[in-house]
C-alpha cells in the first residue's frame, strides 16, 4: 500500500510531514496518478505558491508493517 506525503522544510522550524490518510494506492504508479491528477489543480492560492517555488513536496511512500496488522486477524 502507497500514501501520499507531503514534504516541507523550513530553515527554523525544520521538516514538516504530513500524510494523506483519506487515501491508499496499491501500486506507486497508482499513487503518483494520483499526485499528478490532482496537484496542483487543488490546492489554495498558498500551497500552489510553495508548489510552484519547490518549497511543498507530494511524494509516494511505501507503508511499512502491513503484514503485522493482516496478521492480527
Known amino acids: 500500500m502507497w ?3 507531503i514534504l516541507l522544510v523550513n ?3 525544520g521538516p514538516d510531514v504530513h500524510v494523506v490518510k483519506e487515501a ?5 504508479d497508482a499513487c ?3 499526485i ?8 489554495d492560492t498558498k500551497a500552489k505558491g ?4 519547490g518549497f511543498r513536496r507530494y511524494v509516494c511512500v ?6 503485522v496488522l493482516t496478521k492480527a486477524k
Open 11 to 13: 530553515a527554523l522550524s
Open 62 to 67: 511505501r507503508v511499512g508493517d502491513l503484514d
Open 36 to 43: 499528478a491528477r490532482n496537484v496542483p489543480t487543488k490546492l
Open 3 to 5: 500514501v501520499v506525503a
Open 50 to 53: 510553495e508548489f510552484d517555488q
Open 24 to 28: 491508499a494506492y496499491p501500486t506507486e
Open 32 to 34: 503518483k496518478a494520483s
